[in-house]
């Protein structure tokens, strides 16, 4: 079983900043992707951005430019660097990690609790 610890939400003013952490433990052997999720109030959830293990990333085009996605393999730690933030970003972040637990084991994927960003002037 894998548990995610999510931190760094809140509240900011339009064009702020935040920094969300995202750490891995439990029964991991290797980590594949780790991605930030979001889900607004009445909206689907969707992908913000992704990362492979050897730190190819991609983004969502409501985020590009603003966000910056990066990894600490040896903390099993994602990061979500948000700038210039909007109203629009808005949105419980959730973070996500396909994971091993054994070299032989199949691969799960695993959900943070979510993490609450407000952007509100």
Known sequence: Q???VESGGGLVQPGGSLRLSCA????IFSINGMAWYR???GKERE?????????TANYADAVKG????????AKNTVYLQMNSLKPEDTAVYYCNVES?????SP???????GTQVTVSS
């Open 24 to 27: 891995a433990s439990g029964s």
């Open 66 to 73: 603003r966000f910056t996605i990066s990894r600490d393999n």
């Open 39 to 41: 889900q607004a109030p």
């Open 100 to 104: 091993r637990a054994t070299m032989i």
């Open 2 to 4: 894998v548990q995610l």
């Open 107 to 113: 691969r799960v994927m695993s959900w943070g609790q």
């Open 47 to 55: 992908l913000v951005a992704v990362i492979t293990k050897s730190g």
